[in-house]
């Protein structure tokens, strides 16, 4: 009898100690859900429920009225070039130097990753002001362009060159890490079967990364068209000409014109969530491929 009481307090025993912990797991994990969900909802929800509330305010008239504005249109029409030229050369960057870092050993590898990490820790204001002492009119570089005939600063060509700075790392970085533990094999394998180089990226590497390289894509896309510090200091923020849609709303406000501000930032939040619905379509269907 006492055996069995004995063996009975062994089994209970465990079982005791599993149902405390997983209440103690359970509640601790509801309370980092809350904690979770009250931040998002203050820093996040909240200001987005404002701007749209503010963009309609005076009514949805008011709000077609302040996005048909000239300037406006002209704001959108240069941002959505800017990240059109940016996005693909940081695509063509990304690839060559994720390509380089992985597939090559070579001296100064771990200068050239960090160099690609620079605008992380770089203020995108610095950058701005980088190219204005390069290709400003009192630059290094800034009066030979002009005598050719080139503009770089206050004009569209230094908004891309500010814009590529602070983005080329996302599509790098994205496809670094899945390149090295996908390693070299898959290639020399293709090129022992008589491939060429290029044939064996289009069939092979190109395919084993294409998510996270639409990833990148996305996540590159959403900073260049939401940059503001570098812009703001090589455009001259000229209106009409030189402006992106956050200088736009920046400009508005600053008039007092709140409603036309908040129509274009609602325009500009729209995109952003776009790009977030993309992105989190992308984790949701291939989660397995971004991650290998």
Not at 102 to 108: A, V
């Amino acid at each position: 009898m006492a055996s069995v009481s004995l063996n009975t307090g062994r089994l209970a025993g465990p079982r005791a100690v599993s149902r405390r912990a997983t209440t103690e797991a359970l509640l601790a994990r509801w309370l980092l859900i809350a904690i979770t969900l009250c931040f998002l909802a203050l820093f996040l929800l909240l200001p987005l429920l404002a701007v749209f509330s503010q963009a309609f305010a005076a009514g949805l008239e008011t709000y077609w009225a302040a996005l048909r504005e000239p300037d406006a249109l002209a704001a959108v029409r240069l941002t959505l070039l800017v990240a059109a030229i940016a996005v693909p050369l940081n695509l063509v960057f990304g690839i060559a130097a994720s390509w380089a870092i992985t597939k090559f050993e070579f001296r100064g590898k771990s200068f050239l990753i960090t160099l690609i990490d620079l605008p992380f820790s770089v203020s995108p204001v610095v950058a701005g002001l980088i190219y204005v002492l390069l290709f400003g009119a009192q630059g290094y570089i800034g009066p030979f362009l002009k005598s050719q005939g080139l503009q770089i600063v206050f004009a569209l060509p230094g908004i891309v060159l500010a814009t590529v700075f602070v983005t080329f790392p996302f599509v790098a970085r994205e496809l670094i890490p899945l390149m090295q533990q996908q390693g070299t094999s898959d290639e020399e394998a293709a090129l022992t079967l008589g491939a060429s180089g290029f044939t064996a990226f289009r069939t092979v590497t190109l395919p084993n990364i294409r998510w996270a390289l639409l990833y990148g894509v996305l996540l590159c896309n959403a900073r260049a068209m939401g940059e503001f510090g570098a812009v703001s200091v090589v455009s001259g923020r000229i209106r009409g000409m030189t402006n992106t849609m956050p200088l736009q709303v920046e400009i508005l406000y600053n008039e007092y014109n709140i409603v036309a501000a908040f129509a274009v930032a609602s325009l500009l939040a729209l995109l952003a969530l776009l790009t977030l619905a993309g992105k989190s379509i992308l984790e949701w269907r291939y989660g397995d491929s971004l991650d290998a």
